[in-house]
């Protein structure tokens, strides 16, 4: 596959859409990240991790943490525009997760 360069090419492109897309429904959330080039993000959740691990996990999704160092802090493995939308309706959930506008 990675002599395929119009394969390769179209993979970056749409893993940094969906990254841009990830990046804006989180800035609507008044939430910050660390700068990413990869297809994931580690996502300053704005309270311990713990808690934020604890309720995706009651909806069935799997967000990565806590780190050490990091502890408001999950790694959030970006998926198909569905899933990210389902990451964001049930961070919205959450109490005080609910978009900012």
Do not use: C
Request: proline share 4%; glycine share 6%; no cysteine.
């Amino acid at each position: 596959a990675l002599d395929d360069r119009e394969h390769v090419r179209t993979t970056v492109n749409t893993i940094a859409d969906e990254r841009q897309e990830f990046l804006n429904q989180a800035n609507a959330r008044m939430l910050r990240s660390i700068d990413s080039l990869t297809n994931f993000v580690m996502l300053n959740t704005g309270r311990p991790s713990t808690q934020v691990i604890d309720h995706f996990a009651k909806h069935r999704i799997l967000v990565a943490g806590p780190f050490a160092g990091f502890e408001k802090y999950v790694r959030v493995s970006l998926g198909t525009p569905s899933e990210m939308r389902e990451f964001w309706r049930v961070w919205d959930l959450m109490p005080g997760g609910h978009m900012h506008t």
